[in-house]
């Protein structure tokens, strides 16, 4: 049997374990602490399931896949305390928004999963809203894994360009996770008059820091963005949004200040990142306090 772990019982871990529930493996969710989680899925608020959760320091069975699912201010901690679960072979996905963590990794099996998943933790509960899906990068260990899920509803997609694929959801996540976490609003603050231009503004100038990467996107890729932030629905937040709301750290050094390092290393003027990047950063002390 295989044994499959995933740390981090936020919306993206419980998600992925909720999804990998029925396959015929074992299959266990770690936190800092034990719970049970009420968790809904496809945007049904209606039938709730439960999710166990157990302390990640009182597991003790290597697994043969891991599934990292917290968010970039929490990898340090996890990393500090997980290594009683691998084995030399264990595989390693890191499911989280952002880039430039895998340097932290001295695993040989690490990969880095570009996560499509939706959803928001209150409490206890969790709130599956859309998609399933995680991008990786194609090699022996992700194919052996797409077919392991394949049954499941997690979807695993494989590509040629991982890179790519890290830059594309890295731009998706720019624009609309800085919107709304300085907003502090939902989805609905894109009716706002001139908030799509200014998401418009902001995507190019990340597709112009990607081309100094040598990362190659056609501008249509901005209205192919903008279109799926069109479909999101208009009450439901981004990652960045819920911390903010919460108090809690921000990914930003992942996002906009990865961005705003690279576009400095290649002396590129980003007036709109600039100015983001310095305002997300002003909220760091209010939630450092």
């Given at each position: 049997?295989?044994?499959?772990?995933?740390?981090?019982?936020?919306?993206?871990?419980?998600?992925?374990?909720?999804?990998?529930?029925?396959?015929?493996?074992?299959?266990?969710?770690?936190?800092?602490?034990?719970?049970?989680?009420?968790?809904?899925?496809?945007?049904?608020?209606?039938?709730?399931?439960?999710?166990?959760?157990?302390?990640?320091?009182?597991?003790?069975?290597?697994?043969?896949?891991?599934?990292?699912?917290?968010?970039?201010?929490?990898?340090?901690?996890?990393?500090?305390?997980?290594?009683?679960?691998?084995?030399?072979?264990?595989?390693?996905?890191?499911?989280?928004n952002g880039q430039g963590q895998l340097s932290k990794f001295d695993h040989p099996h690490v990969y880095q999963g570009v996560v499509y998943i939706s959803g928001q933790k209150k409490g206890n509960?969790?709130?599956?809203?859309?998609?399933?899906?995680?991008?990786?990068?194609?090699?022996?260990?992700?194919?052996?894994?797409?077919?392991?899920?394949?049954?499941?509803a997690l979807n695993i997609e494989l590509t040629e360009d991982i890179n790519k694929a890290i830059w594309y959801k890295l731009l998706v996540n720019l624009a609309i996770n800085s919107v709304t976490?300085?907003?502090?609003?939902?989805?609905?603050?894109?009716?706002?008059?001139?908030?799509?231009?200014?998401?418009?503004?902001?995507?190019?100038?990340?597709?112009?820091?990607?081309?100094?990467?040598?990362?190659?996107?056609?501008?249509?890729?901005v209205d192919d963005i903008l279109e799926i932030y069109e479909g999101y629905p208009s009450n439901m937040g981004t990652s960045m949004y819920y911390d903010i709301l919460a108090n809690k750290p921000?990914?930003?050094?992942?996002?906009?200040?990865?961005?705003?390092?690279?576009?400095?290393?290649?002396?590129?003027?980003?007036?709109?990142?600039?100015?983001?990047?310095?305002?997300?950063?002003?909220?760091?002390?209010?939630?450092?306090?």
């Open positions: 049997m295989i044994n499959i772990a995933v740390i981090g019982p936020g919306a993206v871990g419980s998600t992925i374990a909720f999804d990998l529930k029925y396959l015929n493996s074992n299959i266990q969710l770690l936190g800092r602490r034990a719970e049970t989680l009420q968790f809904y899925t496809n945007g049904d608020t209606k039938t709730a399931y439960t999710l166990d959760v157990a302390p990640l320091h009182v597991h003790h069975q290597p697994v043969d896949v891991l599934f990292i699912a917290v968010k970039i201010p929490q990898l340090d901690s996890v990393l500090s305390e997980y290594s009683h679960l691998l084995h030399s072979e264990t595989i390693i996905i890191l499911a989280q509960i969790v709130t599956h809203y859309r998609d399933h899906k995680i991008i990786l990068e194609r090699n022996l260990h992700t194919q052996k894994l797409s077919k392991l899920v394949a049954d499941s976490a300085l907003s502090r609003s939902t989805a609905s603050v894109l009716e706002v008059p001139g908030m799509k231009t200014l998401c418009r503004q902001l995507l190019l100038e990340g597709i112009a820091i990607a081309k100094a990467e040598h990362i190659l996107f056609d501008h249509k890729i921000l990914e930003i050094e992942g996002i906009q200040g990865y961005l705003f390092s690279i576009a400095r290393k290649h002396q590129l003027e980003t007036p709109i990142l600039d100015s983001i990047y310095a305002l997300l950063l002003a909220q760091q002390p209010i939630i450092d306090k």
